[in-house]
């Protein structure tokens, strides 16, 4: 009987810890630094383990002393869970808590990576709209079944509801993944697997990697640029690896609206599963870029607490649709917030307005080039090649200025807001429940004063302002507009 009752005091202390593999998680992140060390004495002495330990006894304590301390964090972060509420202890002895009442919850999600997989485990995220907590409110690592079985007490619907469910088709994924790769963040991954890479093996482990393809290559093209068939290498590179992130982040994808909730599914390599309060949607935002624009293709983002939070997440209900389904899809995913046309938009009158900035910006480069050429003048070819590239950014950021000139406006309708506007290279159509807006500002600049034209500023609810600037639009018409509709400024 009593060891009845000891394995059943055992099975709930694990119940409510995390998976046990959270304590290597809760070592210091350099704890492996002195690993390496350590296994490279104890072959270089033929595994004698008595002089293995008089000659390493102080890291050897180090180590355990660090897991020790990681044994304590684990035991005492645990949780509590009834039917409406859940509290996660943390913190020194477990002082801290932070309890949620399931009603407040705006996003609960399941996230499980390939590590997770082989151990079992998997990472639930738990947020609400508290203003005061930019982080994420909870964030457990606990078994699989464990987690799914937190999210379904969360999210729980009634069975009886009907489901609506949009899955995207695989050549639409591969078009996503192609649109929406960046060359930035690759080059960031690159940089991350060369760094951690180099602090193993060796420090200049890139460098090699780098001078050793670049070299290769410059077999074949000896009249290229050594410096440009590395920078060539470095962009090509960061966008294969930011396409194939993107690949294996969106396949499967499927969103599901179930009675209140809308349930998002997607992933390869990291499975993932979100679960977000439909009401708790701030907005949702049509996205795209000019060639998606001209080949009218699209995504649609949500802005709702806690998705999309984690690093290098897109917020998306949809990763890739035609301009022509993407009223159907949003009729049966987010039936309550109607899209209105805009009503006040900006043409050809306009259009120097938008592109004035860009233009002079770009007249800088010439001259800048001048100067390097002046400086370094046996580098010719290389500055000449690196203004090129640099002045192709710009040229293209005109473009996209210009068609922003016919594609910007505002509208209300139907207790919702419209607002088309460009940023940077991106075209934005948001459309947000006007019960949603916090703040609403008209600015001048000083040429907008002197011709009467403003931008609208719409400030939305979430945990930190989101701003959205509507720009170079008729002053009287704008404030008119924002009067009807009982947003006076």
Known sequence: MKQHKLARRVREFFRHRQHPIKIIGYTSKTMWLLLIPLVKYLVALKFDIRSWLVTNWVDILAIIAIFAFAWLRWVFVYFEIDDKSMTSHSGFFGLAATKLAFCDVTTVSVHQSSVQRLFGASSLYIDTDAKSVTKTDIVLLLPKKRAEHILDLIADENERAVKYTVESKKRSQLAFSLFFSSTFSGVI??????????????RNIEVRLLNTAAGEISKYTRRIPYIIVVSALVIIGGWLLSFFANLMRYWHFCVTRHGRRLIVKSGIW?????VMHRERINYYDITRTLLMKIFRICTVNVNCTGYGKRRSEIPTIAPITTDKEVEKTLSILMPDIKCPKATLTTGKRELWRFVCIPFFISLFVPAIRQVFIFIFPRWVSEINMIAFISSVPLVW??????????????GFDEGCCVLDYCRLYGFHRVVVPKAKITRVAVMQTWAQKRAGYCSIQICTENEKFKKHMVKHLPLDAAMSILRTNGLAV
């Not at 991954?189 to 060796?202: K, N, P, Q, T």
């Not at 950021?397 to 505002?410: E, N, P, R």
């Open 189 to 202: 991954i690159f940089a991350g697997l060369m760094f951690e890479a180099s602090r193993i093996v060796d």
């Open 270 to 274: 990291t499975i993932r599963h979100d």
């Open 397 to 410: 950021l005109i473009i996209v200025k210009a068609a922003a000139a016919f594609s910007t406006g505002i």
